[in-house]
């Protein structure tokens, strides 16, 4: 599906991220691993070679706008080309608005909103001299519906999906197509550190009664990459279980 294709992943260590770098691996893809400690790269980076495919891995901070064009410099000069970006890169920092610190609030719209721009912004030369390329944002369901304690994430991330529209229609001229995901509640060390009854309330909300896995979210980005979803761009996919519809 993606062979030949280089692939670059931010926050690609665990989660989410490593999933969906495996999954692309998987289908073909050489894909560059991007997280804010190279060390933390090694388990992800060693099973994209197990699965056949090579491996980058690259320390990246994507709050620093001059760090991440230096990193995308280099992934071009090396790869020869950039196929798919996945802005995967992000960070929770919960609280009543009431006592939430500023601290807080720029430090999760600068890492979830800023570092999705400024990673976009750096891949852009290299996909429109291509004139091809796929941009995934990982956005939330979070930024369509609100929750109470998350207005700083609910913030970034609705900002992610107003910019993944704006972005589709300025790259849509040089065949680099845009797309974004809402993820609901995904199942995580977090998910399972909470209480039976706390999960409960959750799992209640969700019309398939199950937290989804990192897998379900990782193979609609490889299709949205991929070029079954040629003809689609501009769009925000929900993956919560009927959570959001």
Not at 15 to 23: L, S, T, V
Not at 54 to 74: G, H, I, K, P, Y
Not at 162 to 176: P, Q, Y
Request: proline content about 1%; glycine content about 10%.
């Amino acid at each position: 599906m993606f062979e030949g294709k280089i692939a670059v992943v931010t926050g690609a260590a665990r989660g989410i991220g490593q999933a969906i770098a495996f999954d692309l691996a998987a289908k073909g893809a050489g894909v560059v691993v991007c997280d804010i400690k190279e060390e933390w790269l090694a388990e992800t980076a060693d099973g994209i070679r197990k699965l056949g495919s090579e491996a980058w891995c690259r320390e990246l901070d994507v709050t620093n706008t001059e760090a991440v064009q230096n990193v995308f410099s280099e992934i071009a000069e090396a790869t020869g080309r950039i196929d798919i970006l996945v802005n995967n890169a992000g960070i929770t920092r919960d609280g009543l608005l009431m006592r939430m610190s500023e601290e807080d609030w720029d430090a999760v719209l600068t890492v979830n909103l800023k570092g999705t721009f400024a990673c976009t912004k750096a891949v852009t030369r290299t996909m429109m001299k291509q004139r091809s390329g796929a941009i995934v944002n990982i956005a939330s369901v979070i930024g369509l519906m609100g929750n109470a304690g998350q207005a700083n994430y609910a913030a970034s991330k609705g900002g992610v999906i107003s910019f993944t529209k704006s972005v589709a229609k300025e790259f849509a001229s040089r065949n680099i197509r845009v797309n974004a995901v809402a993820p609901g509640f995904i199942a995580s060390k977090m998910t399972d550190a909470l209480s039976d009854e706390v999960r409960n309330k959750m799992l209640d909300v969700i019309p398939l009664s199950r937290f989804g896995q990192p897998e379900d979210v990782a193979r609609v980005v490889s299709f949205l990459a991929g070029d079954d979803a040629a003809y689609i761009t501009g769009e925000v996919i929900n993956i919560s279980g009927g959570m959001v519809m």
